[in-house]
């Protein structure tokens, strides 16, 4: 069993930055690919971005790539989101998940364990 707690989110201008930290409960946290995802308003939760858990290996969703930075580190049982470069369409509820597998997957429906969410508000 997985709990996992997001922290972080805040309403933030256009261009500005946010981490968000997802704390882990577990002994086994460095086993589970992590992934964040997003739900905006009237809109179906999407992928954001994913580390893997045997090699640190990232992916992103293309609308991020180059401004968000997805990290964990395994000691503190916590995975991050680095977002710069804010824009409002970034403006959802942030979650973090975790799978178990070789590889982290860009569906929702691959992971396990989630979060209870932290809302970001990317002003204009």
């Known amino acids: 069993q997985v709990q996992l707690v997001e922290s972080g989110g805040g309403l933030v201008q256009t261009g500005g930055s946010l981490r968000l930290s997802c704390a882990a409960s577990g002994r086994t946290f460095s086993m589970y690919n992590m992934g964040w995802f997003r739900q905006a308003p009237g809109k179906e939760r999407e992928f954001v971005a994913a580390?893997?858990?045997?090699?640190?290996?990232?992916y992103y969703q293309d609308s991020v790539k180059g401004r968000f930075t997805i990290s964990r580190d395994n000691a503190k049982n916590t995975v991050y989101l680095q977002m710069n470069s804010l824009k409002p369409e970034d403006t959802a509820v942030y979650y973090c998940?975790?799978?178990?597998?070789?590889?982290?997957?860009?569906?929702?429906?691959?992971?396990?364990?989630w979060g209870q969410g932290t809302q970001v508000t990317v002003s204009s």
């Open positions: 998940a975790a799978s178990r597998g070789p590889y982290p997957s860009m569906s929702s429906a691959r992971y396990d364990y």
């Open positions: 580390i893997r858990w045997s090699d640190g290996s990232t």
